[in-house]
């Protein structure tokens, strides 16, 4: 059999490949996968939850399917998976890493858990996330500090900092995310790993805990850009549970993928350099990273224009009007009535309902999620809605436009994922403006709903992993893949290998004893 620690080293596809071959069965996988996470977990703590009885279970009925039944199914069929713990899972505790959560089991699966059951892939766990998947270092999580495998005392990034961290730590192949603004992609930068936000309606949202449902969107998490196509293709589709998602089925990401793997040729592909998204506030190494990569993608053959998004400085501020206003209104169902945390007033303040909600929210929510809940209140109220909400609403409009303009002159737009590579635990906490700059360059694709992914770009000069973006336009999200899996093959070539290889991985040493 194959050596347990390079096993957890392959990608999803070659992990796939090996089970088709019967060289290795699920069950191999899902407890090389729990092997690691034993050991990773003590440095790491990516999971709030690891499921390892039933994904052995999962593994199983795989592994007991006709050779004819495992024809059927999608190719990443038998890999397990991990899931942001803003997913909710039938029988698996599921808290968006909040107190007012805490010990909720729902009784139904998010129609993307639906879609990995039915392609049998094993349910690793729950990842952690910033509270309520707001905030970018997961430091906002009520139940523990998530390590960046690059370098334990710096952040993974977030809002899924667990999920990008797990992939990352090789305690899973694969994840999901949710990037309402950049908590898929920017993980993704910080961590050295693959993050997708596909086109909004693209994936369902059915069972995906509503942060500002008019930017959230479920993505997969991947160590290569083949394996985040696949997973997409799997976990899309129209759900008519969803009044958002788009009627078609997937776009063929798979093929694209392949394609920019196999044949590295960009002839007749314009990318559009974003002028507004690179330079002044981008750390040097980032941006040296950065124009390398677009060298390559030159290489290949693809033609670089600059492409100006003017508005783009305004989305920023536009978003942080936009999502704490639906914020606000999406957590108001944590009410202590129906499901999660109630706390009672004490004896001497009256015992009314509106006073066990005040009680059960303050002693269930944290500053971050408190601070939007509060900027969205207000900025939603009769006399400053014109003033805020209706002003962010024509920014987002204008930047839409921005968008219709770039892709018309070029097929995909490119940025740096990120201005900065993992910072420090704390660095940020006390500065919220600092810590919403991290999203500068990912949250223009959720204000117009077009999908956006990362790839890592290599190490800055800090030795710590870069990331870069494509953009591509909505419900187009084939286009993208493309270049994206050329750029990886050809960065690939000239690492001699994954980016992952230079990272040190001691919780692997003490295994295959
Ligand atoms: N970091 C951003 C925020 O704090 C994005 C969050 C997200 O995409 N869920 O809002």
């Known amino acids: ?22 060289e290795i069965s699920s069950r191999d996988l899902v407890a090389a996968e729990l092997d690691v996470i034993d050991a990773a977990e003590p440095s790491i703590k990516a999971f709030l939850k690891v499921a390892g009885e039933a994904a052995l279970e999962q593994a199983d009925a795989f592994d007991d399917l ?21 997913i909710v899972t039938k ?39 910033d509270e309520f998947a707001q905030g970018s270092s997961t430091e ?33 192949p694969l994840a999901l995310g949710t990037d309402t603004g950049g908590s898929i ?41 083949l394996d985040s196509a696949l997973l997409q293709e799997i976990i899309g589709g129209h759900d008519r549970r969803d009044s958002t998602s788009i009627p078609e089925g997937p776009r063929p990401m798979v093929a694209a993928a392949r394609d920019g793997l196999n044949n590295r040729d960009l002839k007749g592909m314009k990318v559009g350099l974003v ?27 693809a033609e670089v224009v600059e492409v ?42 009256p015992q009314t309902a509106a006073n066990m909600m005040a009680y059960t929210r303050e002693a269930g929510f944290g500053d971050e999620v408190k601070r939007r809940i509060i900027l969205g209140t207000y900025a939603l109220s009769a006399g400053y809605y014109d003033a805020w909400y209706g002003s962010a609403q024509k920014v987002r409009t204008l930047i839409i436009d921005d968008f219709r303009k770039a892709f018309e002159q070029a097929d995909v737009l490119v940025s740096p994922t990120s201005p900065s590579t993992a910072f420090k635990f704390g660095e940020k906490m006390d500065d919220p403006l600092a810590m919403y700059m991290n999203d500068i360059a990912t949250i223009p694709a959720n204000l117009a709903g077009v999908p956006a992914m990362s790839i890592p770009a290599g190490l800055s000069d800090d030795g710590l992993p870069v990331g870069f973006q494509f953009i591509a336009p909505q419900q187009r999200d084939e286009v993208m893949y493309k270049p994206a899996a050329a750029l990886e093959a050809a960065l690939e070539e000239c690492w001699n290998g994954p980016i992952w290889q230079s990272l040190r991985t001691p919780w692997l040493d003490g295994l295959n004893k």
């Open 1 to 22: 059999m194959t050596d347990q620690n390079e096993l957890v080293k392959l990608s999803a596809y070659e992990m796939a490949a090996k089970l088709r071959a019967k």
């Open 66 to 86: 006709s050779d004819d039944d495992k024809a059927e199914l999608p190719e990443l069929a038998g890999v397990p998976i991990a899931i942001k713990d803003m």
């Open 91 to 129: 029988g698996i505790e599921t808290t968006a890493a909040s107190r007012i959560l805490e010990g909720w089991i729902p009784p139904y699966d998010a129609t993307v858990i639906e879609k990995l059951k039915a392609a049998h892939m094993p349910i690793l766990g729950k990842t952690n996330l």
């Open 140 to 172: 906002h999580s009520a139940f523990q500090r998530t390590s960046n495998p690059w370098d334990v005392e710096r952040v993974p990034g977030g809002s899924g900092g667990g999920s990008a961290a797990a992939v990352g730590a090789f305690e899973a």
């Open 185 to 225: 992609r920017q993980p993704g930068a910080l961590t050295g790993t693959v993050g997708v936000k596909p086109t909004y309606g693209g994936v369902s949202r059915f069972g995906a805990i509503a942060m500002a449902s008019s930017l959230d969107q479920i993505g997969p998490v991947s160590r290569t850009v």
């Open 275 to 301: 002028k507004e998204l690179n330079g002044d506030g981008f750390q040097p190494g980032v941006e040296a990273r950065f124009h390398e990569a677009v060298k390559k993608l030159e290489s290949m053959g």
């Open 308 to 349: 100006s998004c003017p508005h783009f400085k305004y989305a920023l501020g536009a978003y942080y009007i936009i999502m704490p206003s639906e914020v606000s209104s999406n957590l108001a169902r944590y009410d202590g009535m129906r499901y999660g945390l109630r706390v009672m007033p004490p004896e001497d303040v």
